[in-house]
């Protein structure tokens, strides 16, 4: 990790003001931002009272030329709106988080956030970084209502804004954004059953689809997991994974990984195997082997098979109709065992004789065929 902590020159850190809303504080920094012929941002990011925001900022600041920004404006109000306020015809805009990200202004050096509370920490701190990008003084003001109760994290949040206001201080902010809020588990024993089973390259372009449709209000769609990996865990101590040096370029990799995940038969698993083999040539055994890995996975969807593991040298198959004739006579005879209650066969791996360079995979899969 890289960090640039060498601000530009004459650069000056913002002055952090951080207490309950006062209009008279409210006026004094109006005032004092207009006297210098600067301009004002005033976050309130509610829209529907958005009209009481403008009302109070009029009130504290009367002689002040105050227009308004939000999402919910057509894109042609908004574009006019900033363009005003960019050319310096608007003193104080009362905007909602739209202006976190994307504004560049060097004579705006003022910042009111009422109800700064409901921010996350690095959102006020994004929306900080919005003033003081010139060498003139910038300040910024995190207010609160004054008959609300903050919450413990509210509290936490605002007292590391107020503490951390030296210039190059994100890296601080955002470690104690992660002590406040916690670290998740996006990659932690919750969820590696899910990672292990598609990829970590897989596993971050769902992710991402799931997050973009999530924001675009498509819940059903971020809950939809492809077909082969409905909860089927095949967890083989076999390398099996498509190798970067065989496929470099990333997106045609994570494409392959997308589409081998949701292919539900062996037919479709060949297709994709045949197509990469004609593109690329020959595989490496890795690559191999996941081709192989994905054949299980399918044949187990059809079977309605959830978990394949290899455990103290025997195979585990759960849940799995009892094996009958032959096939469970020759089972018996090396010592298989199959647990009714809960629907698991257990099969010693000599069962299936392999050759010292054999495929465990490659003999699953042809053991599932031939129950199947």
């Known amino acids: 990790m890289s960090l640039i902590l060498t601000p530009p020159d004459d650069r000056l850190p913002v002055e952090v003001h ?31 009272s958005m009209n009481d925001a403008l009302d109070r900022v009029s009130a504290a600041a009367p002689t002040a ?41 060097p004579h705006t050096n003022t910042l009111i956030i009422e109800d700064s509370q409901r921010l996350g920490l690095a959102q006020m701190y994004q ?18 209502p004054e008959q609300v109760n903050l919450t413990e994290e509210a509290m936490a949040r ?22 406040i809020r916690g670290a998740g588990t996006l990659l932690g024993a919750e969820q590696s059953g899910n990672m292990s089973a598609v990829g970590f390259d897989l596993f971050a372009s769902m992710l991402a689809t799931a997050v973009q449709a999530t924001r675009e209000g498509k819940a059903e769609t971020a809950d939809m997991l492809p077909p082969a990996l409905s909860d089927i865990t095949v967890n083989v101590p076999e390398h099996a994974y498509i190798p970067e040096d065989y496929i470099r370029d990333t997106d045609e990799r994570v494409l392959l990984y997308r589409k081998v995940a949701s292919a ?5 698993v060949k297709r994709l195997q045949n197509e990469t083999l004609a593109r690329h040539g020959a595989m490496p055994q890795a690559c191999v082997n996941y081709f192989m890995k994905a054949e299980v996975k399918a044949l187990a ?9 290899v455990v103290a040298g025997k195979l585990n198959i759960e849940p799995i109709v009892q094996p009958t004739g032959e096939t469970w006579a020759d089972l018996h005879r090396m010592k298989a065992r ?12 000599k069962y299936f004789a392999l050759e010292e ?11 599932l065929l031939a129950l199947a």
Do not use: C
Request: a negative charge.
């Open 18 to 48: 951080v207490g309950e809303w006062d209009p008279d504080i409210i006026s004094d920094a109006i005032g004092r931002e207009l006297h210098r012929g600067g301009q004002v941002y005033y976050v309130s990011n509610r829209v529907r």
């Open 65 to 105: 030329r105050v227009a308004v920004a939000h999402g919910q404006m057509s894109k042609d109000e908004l574009e006019r709106v900033m363009e005003d306020f960019a050319a310096g015809t608007i003193d104080v805009l009362v905007a909602t988080t739209i202006i976190e990200s994307g504004i560049d202004n």
């Open 127 to 144: 929306l900080k970084g919005r003033v003081g990008r010139s060498n003139r003084q910038a300040y910024a003001y995190f207010l609160f």
């Open 158 to 179: 605002l007292l590391a804004i107020d503490e951390h206001q030296d210039l190059g201080s994100g890296m601080r902010v955002a470690m104690r954004d992660l002590e």
């Open 264 to 268: 539900d038969s062996i037919t479709e």
């Open 301 to 309: 969807n059809e079977a309605h098979i959830k978990a394949i593991s």
């Open 338 to 349: 199959y647990i009714s209650s809960t629907k698991k066969l257990q099969i010693p791996l």
């Open 357 to 367: 360079d054999g495929s465990l995979l490659e003999a699953i899969r042809d053991f």
